[in-house]
């Protein structure tokens, strides 16, 4: 399988606290992107981060990409409940039009 | 307002009973895609397509079956060769090139009954 991965599987924590989820993915990219996803609903974009750069900041997020590694971050910072959902790096598969979705960490952000 | 819808957004299928999900966008976006979600699971590309009266497999394609007549739309039957079709299917579109920001449905949670 082609898919990635996302570390942790699951993630808890207390609000206002930061959240970190890794990305690993395993063909040579042009861009990684990462996604959210509420319980039941369809998927938002977050960031898009692309090959020639290391790390990308919106809002309260931070994204960095090692390409060496094949892997990339998400920080979420001053977490709040709000962000609980499921969140999803996607790389394209060699500059075609297909997505490589990982497999996701579901974060939980107790108030 | 511009944007993908799906419909339903529930589904029950019968055993031996083909289906259709609807997919339609807005955005003028050339590929569209269909991805199927299983319980706590990430995304599982069925099919895509990059441009009108063109698809392609993705990697579960077995059992289903996609048309791309118009642009704005690109309806996915679930056949009845589909064995385990119970999943949360999403479609998705994108406009600027390989690897640009994908947009989203909100689902169909499809249910054999």
């Known amino acids: 399988s082609q898919q990635g991965e996302e570390d942790p599987q699951a993630l808890s924590i207390q609000e206002g606290e930061n959240a970190t989820m890794n990305c690993s993915y395993k063909?040579?990219?042009?861009?990684l992107q990462w996604y959210r996803q509420n319980s039941g609903r369809g998927l938002v974009h977050l960031i898009l981060?692309?090959?020639?750069?290391r790390e990308k900041h919106s809002g309260r997020l931070r994204v960095t990409l090692d390409t060496s590694k094949k892997s990339s971050s998400l920080l979420i910072t001053a977490s709040r409940a709000a962000d609980t959902a499921s969140y999803f790096c996607?790389?394209?598969?060699?500059?075609?039009?297909?997505?490589?979705f990982g497999t996701g960490t579901r974060l939980k952000v107790l108030a | 307002d511009g944007g993908i819808t799906q419909s339903p957004k529930y589904l029950f299928r019968k055993e031996g009973q083909n289906v259709t999900l609807s997919c339609e966008q807005n955005?003028?976006?050339?590929?569209m895609y269909w991805y199927r979600q299983d319980p706590g699971q990430g995304l599982r590309l069925i099919y895509y397509s990059q441009i009108v009266n063109d698809f392609q497999k993705g990697d579960i394609a077995e059992g289903y079956s996609v048309s791309r007549e118009k642009k704005e739309s690109f309806p996915l039957t679930v056949t009845s060769a589909q064995k385990n079709p119970t999943a949360f299917y999403l479609c998705?579109?994108?406009?600027?090139?390989?690897?640009?920001?994908?947009?989203f449905g909100q689902g169909t949670r499809l249910t054999v009954v």
């Open positions: 981060i692309r090959s020639n750069e």
């Open positions: 063909t040579s990219i042009n861009n």
């Open positions: 998705a579109s994108s406009g600027q090139g390989p690897g640009s920001q994908a947009f």
């Open positions: 955005l003028n976006h050339d590929a």
């Open positions: 996607a790389t394209d598969d060699s500059g075609t039009y297909k997505y490589i």
